[in-house]
């Protein structure tokens, strides 16, 4: 596995999907998942280590996931500057509950994905519908990040006292994104989250872009617009032609070889 270098996150702005689906088709359904998953703007912004999820795009997906015929009639969360989150939910049996806390975990890292919640509140409601809340929270920030999660009928949770500990890591493996594979590479593993600290208006992602050799090889060739490689020996420098039909070399024109290379990229663009 590799950093990114620096040059990566330029390469990433300027990829032109279509392109690459018409290059390279073998590498189709996993392209599709990628672009039906992150954005080019999300990749970029988890390569760079953070990724800003807003409040309103993670209440959208928990209201998308209440049903008529589950325990609560409405639930949103609301991010802090002080680093809290503020749960507020209407359960049918229960009335109104209102909870503030802090994400003392968010991990995910290959196998391993999970969310640790503590909140002030001594007494939580039920376990059953602690569950309800905190799953459908899990799930709303987890999709973001590794795009849609089907909520499971039983998601693994632990309640000791204030704290909850969800165990989101067998519906990410049963996900588009745990089930499709690049190079041999599982999408799932090339994406780290070591954190998640809520801040005004939403809630800040730590993360990493792990990228094995062979696969970022094959994501610059394909993004660079180079999915067959060139006949050995047939590179040359580039040349103007003169009025006598005589050549000039890049020195002579005044085109440098980075001219040569923006123009080039430019008309890819």
Same mark, same amino acid.
């Given at each position: 596995m590799i950093d990114l270098?620096?040059?990566?996150?330029?390469?990433?702005?300027?990829?032109?999907?279509?392109?690459?689906?018409?290059?390279?088709?073998? +590498?189709?359904?996993?392209?599709?998942?990628?672009q039906g998953?992150?954005?080019?703007?999300?990749?970029?912004?988890?390569?760079?280590?953070?990724?800003?999820?807003?409040?309103?795009?993670?209440?959208?997906?928990?209201a998308?996931?209440?049903?008529p015929e589950g325990k609560l009639t409405a639930l949103t969360l609301t991010s802090q500057e002080n680093g809290r989150l503020a749960i507020a939910a209407e359960a049918k049996d229960f009335g109104k509950i209102e909870l503030t806390g802090e994400v003392k975990e968010f991990v995910h890292e290959g196998d391993k994905s999970y969310i640790v919640y503590r909140v002030r509140e001594r007494n939580l409601p039920g376990k059953g519908l602690a569950s309800w809340i905190f799953s459908r929270i899990s799930m709303s920030m987890a999709s973001r990040l590794v795009g849609h999660l089907d909520l499971p009928e039983?998601?693994?949770?632990e309640i000791h006292g204030n704290t909850i500990?969800?165990? +989101?890591?067998?519906?990410?493996a049963e996900s588009d994104v745990g089930k499709t594979e690049f190079e041999g590479h599982r999408l799932m593993d090339m994406i780290t989250v070591t954190g998640a600290k809520p801040k005004a208006g939403g809630i800040e992602f730590q993360t990493e872009l792990n990228v094995p050799d062979d696969v970022k090889q094959a994501l610059l060739r394909i993004a660079l617009g180079k999915g067959?490689?060139?006949p050995e020996g047939t590179e040359t420098s580039p040349q103007t032609d003169t009025p006598s039909g005589e050549k000039k070399s890049p020195a002579e024109t005044g085109q440098t070889a980075d001219s040569g290379t923006e123009a080039t990229e430019a008309a890819q663009e």
């Amino acid at each position: 596995m590799i950093d990114l270098p620096a040059g990566w996150a330029e390469t990433l702005q300027n990829i032109d999907w279509d392109a690459v689906r018409e290059k390279v088709q073998d +590498y189709g359904p996993a392209l599709k998942v990628v672009q039906g998953t992150w954005s080019r703007e999300s990749l970029l912004d988890i390569a760079q280590g953070k990724l800003f999820v807003p409040d309103s795009v993670m209440n959208d997906a928990i209201a998308k996931s209440l049903t008529p015929e589950g325990k609560l009639t409405a639930l949103t969360l609301t991010s802090q500057e002080n680093g809290r989150l503020a749960i507020a939910a209407e359960a049918k049996d229960f009335g109104k509950i209102e909870l503030t806390g802090e994400v003392k975990e968010f991990v995910h890292e290959g196998d391993k994905s999970y969310i640790v919640y503590r909140v002030r509140e001594r007494n939580l409601p039920g376990k059953g519908l602690a569950s309800w809340i905190f799953s459908r929270i899990s799930m709303s920030m987890a999709s973001r990040l590794v795009g849609h999660l089907d909520l499971p009928e039983n998601m693994p949770m632990e309640i000791h006292g204030n704290t909850i500990r969800v165990d +989101y890591s067998k519906a990410l493996a049963e996900s588009d994104v745990g089930k499709t594979e690049f190079e041999g590479h599982r999408l799932m593993d090339m994406i780290t989250v070591t954190g998640a600290k809520p801040k005004a208006g939403g809630i800040e992602f730590q993360t990493e872009l792990n990228v094995p050799d062979d696969v970022k090889q094959a994501l610059l060739r394909i993004a660079l617009g180079k999915g067959e490689e060139k006949p050995e020996g047939t590179e040359t420098s580039p040349q103007t032609d003169t009025p006598s039909g005589e050549k000039k070399s890049p020195a002579e024109t005044g085109q440098t070889a980075d001219s040569g290379t923006e123009a080039t990229e430019a008309a890819q663009e």
